[in-house]
């Protein structure tokens, strides 16, 4: 293989010829907009594990604490910008029949970018509702310690509309990947490590149901080894040069 181009032609060619195509992203993708990944310890908040905060009940327990870290995570988003792999992923979309972006990331970057079809596994921190009626909330705005915000309708506190360590994933949204998987020719696993499930289960059903399954990611998965391909290297370069390929293949086919 080319050393400068970093996929096959293979993949080139399953993917200009493909009629269903899912991609399926995970925090790496969003780093390289500037977004540290969920673990990666930041200032005052150095002392807390994430699980210890992203639960029910350290948000019962002291709400003004996992207002004000989800606060902080929303400034961090907000500023962030979709970077060249996530605008590829936009053109990939509308070179194909059917198209599904799966994505672990709660950033709203997808959205930002112009994808379509964006299935969220695990919410979005742009969004907030209150933990009581449901109804949904406005942005959270910065919070003072021992002051946690409140639902205008019923005073219930309000938390981020993300999915929490022991809650489900929203209704439905694992069998709607599941499926888009099943029947795709090409599966594209973008900047994900594939530690988490049921979500990593995505690109191993679509590679057990006959699809092409590539991995673009910095380094190989925990599943890497199982799919018909690793590109190694960072999605937003390595995500534009693919697409572009694609481009040219799809120009030539049909000229």
């Not at 029949?97 to 742009?126: I, P, R, Y």
């Not at 019923?154 to 888009?180: S, T």
Request: aromatic fraction near 6%; charged fraction near 20%; glycine fraction near 8%.
């Amino acid at each position: 293989m080319n050393m400068s181009i970093p996929y096959s032609d293979t993949l080139v060619q399953r993917l200009a010829q493909a009629r269903r195509v899912l991609v399926f992203t995970g925090a790496g993708i969003s780093a390289e907009s500037g977004i540290p990944t969920f673990r990666d310890a930041d200032g005052l908040w150095e002392k807390f594990k994430p699980e210890e905060l992203a639960n029910v009940d350290a948000f019962l327990g002291n709400p003004d604490l996992v207002q004000r870290w989800y606060a902080m995570r929303r400034e961090v988003v907000t500023k962030a910008k979709p970077n060249p792999g996530h605008l590829a992923l936009v053109e990939l979309e509308r070179m194909v029949d059917e198209f599904m972006l799966v994505t672990q990331n709660v950033d709203n970057l997808h959205n930002e970018a112009g994808s379509k079809e964006v299935l969220e596994l695990h919410g979005n921190l742009t969004r907030n509702y209150c933990i009581d009626c449901k109804k949904p909330a406005a942005a959270l705005p910065p919070i003072e310690e021992g002051k946690p915000l409140a639902c205008v309708h019923c005073d219930g506190f309000i938390r981020p509309d993300v999915v929490w360590f022991g809650e489900m994933l929203p209704k439905g949204a694992m069998e709607i990947a599941i499926n888009m998987a099943m029947r795709s020719d090409v599966v594209l696993s973008v900047g994900t490590s594939a530690v988490v499930f049921p979500a990593a289960d995505i690109p191993l059903v679509a590679r057990g149901h006959g699809a092409y399954v590539a991995e673009i990611n910095i380094n190989e998965s925990e599943i890497g080894h199982v799919l018909n391909e690793t590109v190694l290297g960072p999605s937003g370069t390595v995500l534009p040069s693919l697409v572009a390929a694609v481009r040219e293949r799809r120009a030539a086919t049909t000229a």
